[in-house]
């Protein structure tokens, strides 16, 4: 502390203390409270992974019940708030209306400011791990032309996430157990990872003490990038654009060649130096939902694991330990369910709600957070008096 260190991207600075996620990049680990994520993926669901990154410890039976009631009965969005998806261009990006409206919400829930309040601070978190299914399956509605469908609070939470996705208004919708569980997995496999680009700038505007909604809109934003939530659906591009295995060979030496900007979508990571293994449980979980669909020999999964295998025996992805990371399998699964490419962020957007949520909570219950405020090195002109107009040539 107090040493100034020149560090673009932060990637040797530590922003805070947290004991929420640890990630060990060398072993490819993924902890949350200590659990670790193939365990969670596997044997635990998206609500209770909640649970357990708000408040520290796996629920009881009765606790968990209680959660779920609040979260399910906090689902409906003031009616009010369809003006502002009707607001929107209708060919507006969902990321575009999700980042508006999640910032609108701080209008609407203005209580929230107040962040000194504990009790605030409860009721925000759950309003917006409630809420973020419904926003972000009107934007998909939205952005198709369609009705917007309510939320049902029998339906538990992926399954009405499907529900509001898919279901047409006096069409009778039923929830696919199998479909709901693989969302369920993957809302698991995306709801925290520590301290990323988008918690960082969840953290950075909190640091103010600004209201959480506002503050989880500013992640969002951040998350849309194809550096970061944004590779998901960059990463399906990619392998549509290569189309066939043939073509493979051709787009790993550009991913090589330093002369051009092309990169493998869904490879590498700041952190991993080893497989992610939330991308080991959803290259398990593709299968398993295209076998679901009925979606035999798909091309694009056949890309996938081609590119996955020639890339890993090269290398140059070897030397720079550039695996496959969350992104590289989670738009295959996705495509199968049926969601088009913009949906992909949005979705990984409403699983990190919480891992947004969790960390904002963690940094203002710390008694040392203080606003965060980077420093810079300067490389611009030294002082100089001004020119009047004139005499400039
Ligand atoms: N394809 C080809 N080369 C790569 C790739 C890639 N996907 N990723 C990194 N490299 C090279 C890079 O050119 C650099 O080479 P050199 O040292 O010779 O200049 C070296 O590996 C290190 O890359 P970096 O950009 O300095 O590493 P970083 O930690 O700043 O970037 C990353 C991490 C995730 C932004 C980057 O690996 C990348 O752009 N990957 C593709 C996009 C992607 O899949 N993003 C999702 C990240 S995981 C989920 C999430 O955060 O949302």
Known sequence: ??????????????????????IDGEKGQLLHRGYPIDQLAAKSHYLEVCYLLLYGELPTAAQM???????????????????FFRGFRRDAHPMAIIVGVMGAMSAFYHDSTDITDPWQREVASIRMIAKMPTIVA?????????????????????????????????EEYEVDPILARAMDRIFTLHADHEQNASTSTVRLASSSGANPFACIAAGAACLWGPAHGGANEACLMMLREIGTVDRIPEFIARAKDKDDPFRLMGFGHRVYKNVDPRAKVLKASAD??????????????QVAKELEKQALEDPYFAEKKLFPNVDFYSGIILEAMGFPTSMFTPIFALSRTVGWISQWKEQLSD?????????QLYTGAPYRDYVEVEERG
């Open 65 to 83: 019940e209680d959660f779920e009631y609040r979260v399910t009965h906090h689902s409906m969005l003031h009616d009010q708030m369809q003006y």
């Open 138 to 170: 009107w934007a998909f509605k939205y952005s198709m032309g369609m009705p917007f469908i309510y939320p049902r609070n029998d339906l538990d939470y992926a399954g009405n996430f499907l529900r509001m996705c898919f279901a047409v208004p006096a």
């Open 288 to 301: 398993e939902v295209l076998d679901l669909m009925g979606i035999h020999n798909n091309p694009t999964l």
């Open 367 to 375: 008694p040392e957070h203080k606003i965060g405020r980077p420093r």
């Open 1 to 22: 502390a107090g040493v100034f260190t020149h560090d673009p991207g932060f990637t040797s600075t530590s922003s805070c203390e947290s004991t929420i996620t640890f």
